[in-house]
């Protein structure tokens, strides 16, 4: 298993301020293998950035996304109301073949 | 566009089964993605369960392996994952969700169904 961790675990920020999400793999992962992805309250994830870096269809460009090897980050460059939710880094480990998310930073409103 | 729908019984005993059933609409499931099903205890993070190709071929994830199973019904385009013995570990919001292609990613995903393990 590749485990992930994230931090921080709450990101507390008014509208407007810059948020940025760190993910750290215990071991080396292929940039085409790590994802984010947004989860609001009783809704599903959402794919935000796919291979470490591009933004998925639809997803706005203040959202960012860059890293290699073990540390990756997510930055929104000024967080709108409706960027409030839960953040979730996601990885992929070919042998065996396993997905595995962080535990998650929750982007709240200060 | 493409939807996913999960269904199945939203409490399951004990030792019986969880079955449940994720329903493609707006294309085909015979296209070329993998297919995975993952949960979300509640109050928790997310954990991939496994996953499934048209063709047949699975990955579980090895701390389950032994207890889940999936299966794919190219007719019905559907695909389904069993649970065997549950417990109230197994208590989550489950989510069918495909595979993004050329990355290793899940571009569509379900809404989710919740079940919980009772008896």
């Known amino acids: 298993d590749i485990a992930l961790t994230q931090s921080p675990g709450t990101l507390s920020l008014s509208p407007g301020e810059r948020a940025t999400l760190s993910c750290r793999a215990f071991?080396?992962?292929?940039?085409?293998?790590f994802a984010w992805y947004q989860q609001k309250p009783g809704q599903a994830p959402r794919l935000l950035i796919f291979?470490?870096?591009t933004r998925a269809a639809g997803i706005p460009d203040r959202f960012s996304a860059s890293g290699s090897g073990t540390d990756f980050s997510l930055t929104i460059s000024r967080v709108e109301p409706e960027d409030f939710a839960v953040y979730y880094c996601q990885q992929y480990g070919s042998s065996p073949p396993l997905y595995t998310f962080g535990q998650g930073t929750k982007l709240e409103i200060k | 566009q493409v939807q996913l729908q999960e269904s199945g019984p939203g409490l399951v005993k004990p030792s019986g089964t969880l079955s449940l059933t994720c329903s493609v609409s707006?294309?085909?499931?015979?296209?070329?993605?993998?297919w995975s099903w993952i949960r979300q205890p509640p109050g928790q993070g997310l954990q991939w369960i496994g996953e499934?190709?048209?063709?047949?071929?699975?990955n579980y994830n090895p701390s389950l392996r032994s207890l889940v199973s999936i299966s794919i019904d190219n007719s019905k385009n559907q695909f389904s994952l069993k649970v065997n013995s549950p417990t109230a570990a197994d208590t989550a919001l489950y989510f069918c969700?495909?595979?993004?292609?050329?990355?290793?990613?899940?571009?569509?995903w379900g809404r989710g169904t919740m079940v919980t393990v009772s008896s």
């Open positions: 969700a495909r595979h993004l292609t050329g990355y290793d990613a899940f571009d569509i």
């Open positions: 071991q080396s992962v292929n940039s085409r293998s």
């Open positions: 291979g470490a870096s």
């Open positions: 499934i190709f048209p063709d047949g071929r699975t």
């Open positions: 707006g294309g085909s499931i015979s296209s070329n993605h993998w």
